[in-house]
């Protein structure tokens, strides 16, 4: 039976749900894969396309951005890189008869699985002014429409220029630099809402805004934490390398308020024994953290460090040479109230002492982390304190040690490199002058928040997204879905079908894409692009593919396209740029430091490697010039009575706003999305029996509420107190104003909410 939300609808009619998994990947995960590509793309098609996802003559698997190492063997991809391929590889298509069958009122009514499920844009689209279709349009009347409304505009910073983290380093480029040569730097990007936390407490404390570990630091490590970051599912291939440290003698600490089953157990899907055998159990100490217990957790470590009386618990001669604001940290941290840690954290002091053990047993350490520190109203103090321990033990600078934040998209971080930022630096403004001979606008953009925020207000019109699919991606719905179609226009560049096409403004276009695994012919010849993974690792991406449709343009094209159509006197060799990537590539090496050479290294078979100035030098290039030891003032998150901290997650069938399929495999979820997952012991404190169907109820601290309908209660063990659900269906729950302090990112994964009876 199909059931309606305010978000599309949704049958959850044949729900299962069975108990959690307690290990990740091997077979099950490889058949999973290879049959929804078989149901995408068919078996000739499959065998060809999955040979080549990260060769080193291949492309660059759109599914996350882990580094693919050096010894990127055949079958170098996992279960959900495979799901993400056969997303874009699939033989389906989106025709213009789909179109006129369908209205635009008809398609926000469909879920996000459904829209998903349609297959790959064909050829631009246009909705008119007052008209209840898309219907087909030229490439060159798009962008003859999308420039006029540009232009028309009172000023450049009423239009918004949105990046996904899918977009090339050569995409980007050219993005960003007709956003700014248009008059603005309203460069939201997708990273506002991942690792936002993690670049502004990274650039303040070490000077740069990116992790400092490459693989072989991994190998070389003593102790790895795995904090808030589910890698079974959203980095497979983590697993691997996970697996591979543990043999070279690291422990493994996971610490999360879900036993989440890849990090648990993990049997090898690329070795005969990960088919048969019972795995290698990864994580050495779980520690079941509360929601947002993490800065508790690492001021109690730091703490005992500063008290220990073990021999060099303590670096003293790094701190003494390297580091800035010793005292004032240390004072802080001395002061540190144990009842407030044990409250935030839900450990007992018999575990932080334990994991002390560990700590002081280990010469090098590695913390990698993803959303599940970033996207609460803390996370740019809690990554800070997190810092403040590697240093406190010199642990960033010198071989297996340091941090490493686990990046999302495939190029995510090198779209940041590249300047999609809506904050710049001067210094890369100064060499976009000397470069183009035009003044680039110095007054920061808006982030997405804020992007929104003009949206609403009437401040922003016009909206243009690379990639992405922002309506589902951002917070509070209702309010972001009010904000787009209040916009004179709306237009996304995209591979699929997506909500964003459905929820538009008065005018709204498709620009139909090239995905990574298409050949991307330009008159100079076939072209190639490049990407940066997690590590600072550049290297390059060929499609082989014949494209999805002979109508579509790659994303340099469109750019280089409508700069031509927008900014005619602009000066700039946009022709020349799409003619031959090369070109763009020469821009880079002369803008971007660290690209010196860029064409000649990026030909070398593994790419190169970005400078990061602690990891290669400890050199620290901060306000003060050392790295930085901060305060942290710890506010424990008290939820009242009769309330539960939710968490938005991702579950193993999606890719962010993509649903794959409606299985969970490891949580034990079948065929339904619409869940809540909650320990036993607040279900019966609640009086709410596993299996009830409830609504989440958010409660925000200004008073309103806002309802996500129709979860069935599943009884988890995940941490008291501690509830979870997927995004982006609970995304409506988020409010707008609810953001992290100083990255503005949404707290995705602290809300308050309370459940009632549906
Ligand atoms: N297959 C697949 N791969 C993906 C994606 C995808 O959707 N599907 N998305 C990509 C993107 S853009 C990103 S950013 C990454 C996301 O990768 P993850 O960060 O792994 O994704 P989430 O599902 O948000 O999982 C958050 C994890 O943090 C835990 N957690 C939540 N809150 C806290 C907390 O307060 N403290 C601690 N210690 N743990 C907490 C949760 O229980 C969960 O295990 O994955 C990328 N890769
Ligand atoms: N509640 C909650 N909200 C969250 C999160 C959360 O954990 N909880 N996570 C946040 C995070 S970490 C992120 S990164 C954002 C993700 O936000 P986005 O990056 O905006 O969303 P995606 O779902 O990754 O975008 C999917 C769409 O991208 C398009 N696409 C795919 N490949 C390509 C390509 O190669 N080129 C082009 N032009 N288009 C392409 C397809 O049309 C597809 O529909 O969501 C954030 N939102
Ligand atoms: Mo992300």
């Given at each position: 039976?199909t059931?309606?939300?305010p978000?599309?609808?949704?049958?959850?009619?044949?729900?299962?749900v069975?108990k959690?998994?307690?290990w990740?990947?091997?077979?099950?995960?490889v058949?999973?894969?290879l049959?929804?590509?078989y149901?995408?793309?068919?078996?000739?098609?499959?065998?060809?396309t999955l040979l080549r996802v990260n060769q080193?003559?291949?492309?660059?698997c759109?599914?996350?951005a882990w580094?693919?190492?050096?010894?990127?063997?055949?079958a170098?991809?996992?279960e959900?890189?495979?799901?993400?391929v056969?997303?874009e590889?699939t033989t389906?298509?989106?025709?213009?008869?789909?179109?006129?069958e369908h209205t635009?009122?008809?398609?926000?009514e469909?879920?996000?699985?459904?829209?998903?499920?349609?297959g790959?844009l064909?050829e631009?689209?246009?909705?008119?002014?007052?008209?209840?279709?898309y219907?087909?349009?030229?490439?060159?009347?798009a962008?003859g429409l999308?420039?006029?409304e540009?232009?028309?505009?009172?000023?450049?910073?009423?239009?918004?220029?949105?990046?996904?983290?899918r977009?090339s380093?050569?995409a980007?480029f050219a993005?960003q630099l007709?956003?700014?040569?248009?008059g603005?730097?309203?460069l939201?990007?997708?990273?506002?809402?991942?690792?936002?936390s993690?670049?502004s407490a990274?650039?303040?404390?070490?000077g740069?805004g990116?992790?400092?570990?490459l693989?072989d630091?991994?190998y070389q490590?003593d102790?790895?934490f795995?904090?808030?970051?589910?890698?079974?599912?959203?980095?497979?291939r983590?697993?691997?390398?996970?697996?591979?440290?543990?043999?070279e003698?690291?422990?493994?600490?996971?610490?999360?308020p879900?036993p989440?089953?890849?990090l648990?157990?993990?049997?090898?899907?690329?070795?005969?024994s990960?088919?048969?055998?019972?795995g290698?159990?990864?994580?050495?100490?779980?520690?079941?953290?509360?929601?947002?217990?993490?800065l508790a957790?690492?001021?109690?470590?730091?703490?005992?460090?500063?008290e220990?009386?073990?021999?060099?618990?303590v670096?003293q001669?790094f701190?003494?040479?390297?580091s800035h604001?010793?005292d004032?940290?240390?004072?802080?941290?001395?002061?540190?109230?144990?009842d407030?840690?044990?409250?935030?954290?839900g450990?007992t002091?018999?575990?932080i002492?334990a994991?002390?053990?560990?700590v002081?047993?280990?010469?090098?350490?590695i913390v990698c982390?993803?959303?599940?520190?970033?996207?609460?109203?803390?996370?740019?103090?809690?990554?800070r304190e997190?810092?403040?321990?590697?240093?406190?033990?010199?642990?960033?600078?010198?071989?297996?040690?340091g941090v490493c934040?686990?990046?999302g998209h495939s190029?995510?971080?090198g779209?940041?490199?590249?300047?999609?930022?809506?904050?710049?630096?001067?210094a890369?403004l100064?060499?976009?002058?000397?470069?183009?001979g035009?003044?680039p606008?110095?007054?920061?953009g808006v982030?997405?928040?804020?992007?929104?925020?003009?949206m609403?207000d009437?401040k922003a019109?016009?909206?243009?997204?690379m990639?992405?699919?922002?309506v589902r991606?951002?917070?509070?719905?209702a309010?972001?879905?009010?904000?787009?179609?209040?916009c004179?226009?709306?237009a996304?560049?995209?591979t699929?079908?997506?909500r964003s096409?459905?929820?538009a403004?008065e005018?709204?276009?498709?620009?139909?894409?090239l995905?990574r695994?298409e050949?991307?012919?330009?008159e100079?010849?076939?072209?190639?692009v490049s990407v940066?993974?997690s590590m600072?690792?550049v290297?390059?991406?060929?499609?082989?593919?014949?494209?999805?449709?002979?109508?579509?343009?790659?994303e340099v094209s469109?750019?280089c396209?409508l700069a031509?159509?927008?900014?005619?006197?602009?000066g700039?060799?946009?022709d020349?740029?799409?003619?031959?990537?090369d070109?763009i590539?020469?821009h880079?090496s002369r803008?971007v430091?660290?690209f010196a050479?860029?064409?000649?290294?990026?030909?070398e078979?593994d790419g190169?490697?970005?400078?990061?100035?602690?990891?290669?030098?400890r050199?620290?290039?901060?306000?003060t010039?050392?790295?930085n030891?901060?305060?942290?003032a710890?506010?424990v998150?008290?939820?009242p009575?009769?309330?539960?901290?939710?968490?938005?997650?991702?579950s193993h069938?999606?890719?962010?706003?993509?649903i794959?399929?409606l299985?969970?495999?490891?949580?034990?979820i079948?065929?339904?999305r619409?869940?809540v997952f909650v320990?036993?012991?607040?279900l019966?404190g609640?009086?709410?029996?596993?299996?009830a169907?409830?609504?989440l109820?958010s409660?925000?601290?200004?008073g309103?509420e806002?309802?996500?309908p129709?979860f069935r209660v599943?009884?988890?063990?995940?941490?008291?107190?501690?509830?979870?659900?997927?995004f982006?269906?609970?995304n409506?729950?988020?409010p707008?104003?609810?953001?992290?302090e100083v990255s503005?990112?949404?707290?995705?994964?602290?809300?308050?909410?309370?459940?009632?009876?549906?």
């Amino acid at each position: 039976m199909t059931r309606k939300a305010p978000d599309g609808d949704f049958d959850d009619s044949e729900m299962e749900v069975a108990k959690p998994k307690t290990w990740a990947a091997g077979v099950p995960g490889v058949t999973a894969a290879l049959r929804q590509s078989y149901e995408q793309m068919g078996v000739r098609r499959t065998a060809l396309t999955l040979l080549r996802v990260n060769q080193k003559k291949g492309f660059d698997c759109p599914g996350c951005a882990w580094p693919e190492g050096d010894h990127r063997h055949v079958a170098e991809f996992c279960e959900n890189g495979a799901k993400a391929v056969a997303e874009e590889a699939t033989t389906r298509r989106v025709t213009r008869a789909f179109f006129a069958e369908h209205t635009v009122a008809e398609l926000a009514e469909r879920s996000d699985h459904w829209l998903g499920q349609q297959g790959r844009l064909t050829e631009p689209m246009l909705k008119r002014a007052g008209s209840e279709h898309y219907e087909p349009v030229s490439w060159d009347e798009a962008f003859g429409l999308l420039a006029s409304e540009l232009t028309a505009l009172e000023s450049p910073d009423e239009a918004v220029f949105y990046t996904s983290g899918r977009t090339s380093n050569e995409a980007a480029f050219a993005y960003q630099l007709f956003a700014r040569a248009f008059g603005t730097n309203n460069l939201p990007d997708c990273s506002n809402m991942c690792h936002e936390s993690s670049g502004s407490a990274l650039s303040e404390t070490i000077g740069i805004g990116k992790g400092s570990v490459l693989l072989d630091d991994l190998y070389q490590a003593d102790l790895i934490f795995v904090v808030g970051q589910n890698p079974g599912t959203n980095h497979p291939r983590m697993l691997s390398a996970l697996e591979k440290a543990k043999k070279e003698g690291a422990r493994i600490i996971a610490v999360n308020p879900l036993p989440e089953a890849g990090l648990m157990r993990f049997k090898n899907p690329q070795r005969p024994s990960g088919v048969t055998g019972q795995g290698t159990v990864l994580a050495d100490r779980f520690l079941q953290i509360r929601l947002n217990g993490d800065l508790a957790l690492f001021q109690a470590l730091n703490r005992m460090l500063l008290e220990s009386d073990a021999p060099e618990a303590v670096d003293q001669e790094f701190l003494d040479a390297h580091s800035h604001g010793f005292d004032a940290f240390r004072k802080h941290v001395l002061g540190l109230d144990w009842d407030e840690v044990l409250e935030a954290t839900g450990l007992t002091r018999g575990e932080i002492a334990a994991t002390l053990g560990d700590v002081l047993g280990a010469k090098r350490i590695i913390v990698c982390w993803a959303m599940g520190l970033t996207q609460h109203r803390n996370s740019v103090p809690t990554i800070r304190e997190i810092v403040n321990f590697l240093l406190l033990r010199g642990n960033i600078g010198r071989p297996g040690a340091g941090v490493c934040p686990v990046r999302g998209h495939s190029n995510v971080q090198g779209d940041r490199t590249m300047g999609i930022w809506e904050k710049p630096k001067p210094a890369f403004l100064d060499a976009l002058a000397a470069e183009f001979g035009f003044e680039p606008p110095r007054e920061h953009g808006v982030d997405t928040v804020d992007a929104i925020r003009a949206m609403r207000d009437g401040k922003a019109r016009v909206f243009l997204g690379m990639g992405g699919n922002f309506v589902r991606a951002t917070p509070d719905s209702a309010v972001t879905e009010a904000a787009l179609r209040s916009c004179r226009l709306t237009a996304q560049v995209s591979t699929k079908l997506n909500r964003s096409h459905a929820v538009a403004g008065e005018l709204a276009l498709i620009l139909p894409a090239l995905g990574r695994t298409e050949r991307d012919d330009q008159e100079s010849g076939p072209q190639f692009v490049s990407v940066e993974d997690s590590m600072g690792m550049v290297h390059a991406s060929r499609g082989r593919l014949a494209p999805a449709s002979g109508d579509l343009l790659s994303e340099v094209s469109i750019t280089c396209r409508l700069a031509r159509a927008a900014l005619p006197g602009s000066g700039i060799g946009w022709d020349a740029m799409e003619r031959d990537y090369d070109v763009i590539r020469d821009h880079v090496s002369r803008v971007v430091p660290g690209f010196a050479d860029y064409n000649a290294r990026i030909r070398e078979p593994d790419g190169f490697t970005l400078p990061h100035a602690p990891r290669d030098e400890r050199r620290f290039p901060t306000a003060t010039g050392k790295a930085n030891l901060t305060v942290n003032a710890l506010e424990v998150l008290r939820v009242p009575e009769g309330r539960l901290l939710l968490q938005t997650v991702r579950s193993h069938d999606q890719y962010n706003t993509t649903i794959y399929g409606l299985d969970d495999r490891y949580r034990g979820i079948k065929a339904g999305r619409r869940v809540v997952f909650v320990n036993p012991a607040d279900l019966s404190g609640l009086g709410i029996a596993d299996g009830a169907m409830v609504d989440l109820v958010s409660e925000w601290s200004d008073g309103t509420e806002r309802r996500a309908p129709a979860f069935r209660v599943v009884s988890y063990p995940t941490a008291p107190g501690c509830a979870a659900a997927y995004f982006p269906e609970t995304n409506v729950l988020v409010p707008l104003d609810s953001t992290a302090e100083v990255s503005n990112t949404p707290t995705s994964k602290s809300i308050v909410i309370r459940l009632e009876p549906a």
